[in-house]
């Protein structure tokens, strides 16, 4: 894991710590069987596979719809609110693993391609730039690896926040 450059540019900086966040998304599933990833272990249903699937449909709808690039289907309705947070019978630890994968490279691609003055619109109708929606994602993905922080230990004692290279 890279850490964020000292005296990087903005919008090197600014992916670099989305990057951190990212990975330990990966990370806190690693080593776990498919029964542990996908345990719920709230009362409200949250579960490692739940926030990873929820990060990818957050990853292409930020990045991708916000800025006018095509998705694969993203897992969101609004008469489902937590459709995207709710792991199917049919789906896979892999599965999941590799959605979340491809709308991180989706999204990478969008942040390659544009300056971060570069401007969108929300999908509840403003404009916003990339700078906003790079603060927004390191935001939303922070909170929810911290979520995963917590979920990872209560299923195997598992804790931390960032692996090292």
Same mark, same amino acid.
């Given at each position: ?35 542990? /990833? ?18 990818? /449909? ?10 006018g690039r095509e998705t694969e289907p993203v897992p969101l309705d609004d ?6 947070? @709710? ?21 990478? /691609? ?11 619109t929300a999908w509840f109708g403003p404009t916003v730039s990339l700078r906003?929606v790079l603060i927004h994602m390191i935001e939303e993905t922070a909170r *929810?690896?911290? *979520? ?13 926040? *960032?692996? @090292?290279?």
């Amino acid at each position: 894991m890279k850490d964020v450059p000292f005296l990087g540019d903005e919008k090197e900086s600014l992916k670099a710590s989305l990057d951190r966040h990212r990975d330990v998304v990966l990370w806190k599933l690693e080593g776990l069987d498919e029964e542990r /990833a996908r345990r719920r272990m709230t009362p409200s249903g949250t579960s490692l596979l739940g926030l990873t699937k929820h990060l990818a /449909a957050m990853e292409y709808f930020w990045f991708c719809h916000t800025f006018g690039r095509e998705t694969e289907p993203v897992p969101l309705d609004d008469d489902d609110p937590e459709m995207d947070l @709710r792991v199917e019978a049919d789906e896979t630890a892999e599965g999941i693993i590799a959605f979340y994968k491809r709308a991180r490279a989706g999204a990478d /691609a969008v942040i390659d391609e544009l300056d971060v003055d570069s401007t969108g619109t929300a999908w509840f109708g403003p404009t916003v730039s990339l700078r906003w929606v790079l603060i927004h994602m390191i935001e939303e993905t922070a909170r *929810h690896t911290g *979520h995963m922080d917590v979920v990872r230990e209560l299923i195997d004692g598992t804790t931390g926040d *960032h692996v @090292r290279d």
